[in-house]
């Protein structure tokens, strides 16, 4: 990001009355005036809602129910999540589907963990927008204290979906798990975790540090914007 947009940035969020979390980039979406967040969430502070999507709990021990030895990464994006709202003081989290990322997944190790997690975030509300994985997984257990919500739901003009439909309503959408790669002059490229805007539709990075991403095909109409070294920014 140069000075100038990033002095662009903050001058825009300085007029719409945001309190800016470090790093993130605001855009308005239909009548929502949103931040971009590099911790791969979105933040809307008139609502006081922070969104992500693709939390895929579970998805190691789903792999090691398999003899294949992952390392578990819950309670680092946990921490994560837990700076989120720190830095934000959400009163409430919605998360884009996916929330646990298979039946095999539901060990007791993971249900702890999130449960001990939920208890110290115990006034937040939390809502969960079911995707595919959560339709085979199962809704989470009781102690979560999650609301689950068929796909798609309206959310104060803002559509909430789990899988991105041409939609001319302004929506928030998860499942894709963009990302983006930038090739240098030296034949050397970087791979990078993005969101995705198509049209009235904007597409969530996976939240999961166990979720790769793909690489999507856009159009010159699409936005990108990438996240690099605690930042995001638009990629032209």
Request: proline share 6%; aromatic share 6%; glycine share 6%.
């Amino acid at each position: 990001m140069t000075a100038e947009t990033a002095g662009g940035a903050a001058a825009l969020q300085r007029s719409v009355g945001i309190s800016p979390v470090p790093g993130a980039l605001p855009l308005q979406l239909g009548q929502a005036d949103l931040q971009l967040l590099p911790e791969r969430g979105v933040w809307w502070s008139q609502q006081s809602v922070l969104f992500i999507a693709d939390t895929h709990f579970g998805k190691e021990a789903t792999f090691r129910s398999r003899s294949i030895p992952i390392p578990d990464q819950t309670a680092d994006d946990l921490a994560r999540l837990s700076v989120l709202l720190q830095q934000t003081a959400a009163r409430r989290l919605v998360i884009l589907g996916d929330l646990i990322h298979s039946r095999s997944g539901r060990s007791s190790h993971v249900f702890a963990q999130v449960a001990d997690w939920r208890a110290q975030h115990a006034a937040l509300e939390i809502t969960l927008v079911r995707g595919n994985h959560d339709q085979s997984a199962g809704d989470p257990p009781a102690d979560w204290r999650i609301d689950c919500v068929d796909d798609p739901t309206d959310e104060q003009g803002l559509l909430l979906r789990h899988v991105p439909m041409a939609d001319q309503t302004p929506a928030l959408a998860g499942h894709l798990h963009p990302v983006i790669v930038l090739t240098g002059p030296a034949r050397d490229s970087l791979r990078l975790k993005c969101f995705l805007q198509q049209q009235q539709t904007l597409v969530l990075p996976a939240f999961s540090s166990f979720v790769d991403g793909r690489k999507l095909r856009t159009t010159a109409a699409d936005r990108i914007f990438a996240i690099a070294e605690g930042e995001v920014f638009e990629v032209s």
